[in-house]
Nanobody, 124 residues
Framework: QVQLVESGGGLVQAGGSLRLSCAAS????????IGWFRQAPGKEREFVAA????????YYADSVKDRFTISRDNAKNTVYLQMNSLKPEDTAVYYC?????????????????WGQGTQVTVSS
């Protein structure tokens, strides 16, 4: 049974940093793409970043490029999202997701498994 468990959310002031973790279990993820998405109140879920587990190729939404960094730790089966220079508009519930054959990393519909989400709140 695949499980994705996010942690690391919280309240931070604008300009601050947070590191989110996504602990994956239940299978070997070497062929998977792991994505981070976020959803703010009243808005649709949007793509934030993704990483191909094999090879470590990374992809970012324009809105977070140069501020957020996605990475993975093979030994811990964990994917991280380091978020720097946070802005109030980054406030949302952040979800990690895993999928096979994700040809469009920005499409949430292509991911098979989802975590429960972690709240990130950035105060101005």
């Amino acid at each position: 049974q695949v499980q994705l468990v996010e942690s690391g959310g919280g309240l931070v002031q604008a300009g601050g940093s947070l590191r989110l973790s996504c602990a994956a279990s239940g299978r070997t993820f070497s062929s998977y793409t792991i994505g981070w998405f976020r959803q703010a109140p009243g808005k649709e879920r949007e793509f934030v970043a993704a990483i191909r587990w094999s090879g470590g190729f990374t992809y970012y939404a324009d809105s977070v490029k140069d501020r957020f960094t996605i990475s993975r730790d093979n030994a811990k089966n964990t994917v991280y999202l380091q978020m720097n220079s946070l802005k109030p508009e980054d406030t949302a519930v952040y979800y990690c997701a895993a999928g096979l054959g994700v040809w469009n990393r920005r499409s949430s519909a292509l991911y098979d498994y989802w975590g429960q989400g972690t709240q990130v709140t950035v105060s101005s």
